[in-house]
């Protein structure tokens, strides 16, 4: 059975940094693309950042640039996103997703159960 | 900056049909952007209803079904019951690892 289970939430204040984790197990971590997706309160979904299989090539949303970087650690089974200058706009749910690659495209086919960061002073 | 768009709400009858869809601002959406739609209800994860325009994920019953209509994207929901009552987004694909979600669809049935 697929899992996926993100850590690392809480209240920062404006200006802090954080690192999110999420750890996999159920499937060969290492074979898989992976992404960040994030839900502000009451809003909708907004991906965020995404990381290819190896970690050699990650790709970022145009509202996070510059200030988060996706990362894994294959020997781990292990995704992380760094957040760094955190604002208000970035208080939200942050899900871990399992990407598949399918005939040329990509989708999200598993999610975990999420962690909030809170970003107030 | 690519926007996708989404019906912000619709409404349907227990057993009834509705189409809910899926629209790019800088054009057409094609099975080139490898629409996907998850379900969402509140306080839970998103689940992965249809990927790839058309395939249903594993265990998702055939009354979700997902198409290209004109220019957008589309899922129907055939004979909709109360549990259906979610959140609905769809995502394209725009390449380079980039995905996109529209702004979410509250779909009720009433």
């Known amino acids: 059975e697929v899992q996926l289970v993100e850590s690392g939430g809480g209240f920062i204040e404006p200006g802090g940094s954080l690192r999110l984790s999420c750890a996999a197990s159920g499937f060969t971590f290492r074979n898989y693309a992976m992404s960040w997706v994030r839900q502000a309160p009451g809003k909708g979904l907004e991906w965020v950042s995404g990381?290819?299989?190896?970690?050699?090539?990650?790709y970022n949303a145009d509202s996070v640039k510059g200030r988060f970087t996706i990362s894994r650690d294959n020997s781990k089974d292990t995704l992380y996103l760094q957040m760094n200058g955190l604002g208000a706009e970035d208080t939200a749910v942050y899900y871990c997703a399992k990407g598949r690659q399918w005939l040329g495209g990509y989708y999200f086919d598993y999610w975990g159960q999420g962690t909030l960061v809170t970003v107030s002073s | 900056q690519t926007v996708v768009t989404q019906e912000p709400s619709f409404s349907v009858s227990p057993g009834g049909t509705v189409t809910l869809t899926c629209a790019l601002s800088?054009?057409?959406?094609?099975?080139?952007?490898?629409p996907s739609w998850y379900q969402q209800t509140p306080g839970q994860a998103p689940r992965t209803l249809i990927y790839s325009t058309s395939t249903r994920s594993s265990g998702v019953p055939d009354r979700f079904s997902g198409s290209i209509l004109g220019d957008t994207a589309a899922l129907t929901i055939t004979g909709a019951q109360a549990d259906d009552e979610s959140d609905y987004y769809c995502v394209l694909y725009m390449g380079s690892g980039i995905s996109v979600f529209g702004g979410g669809t509250k779909l009720a049935v009433l």
């Open positions: 800088s054009g057409s959406v094609s099975t080139s952007y490898y």
């Open positions: 990381i290819s299989a190896s970690g050699g090539g990650a």
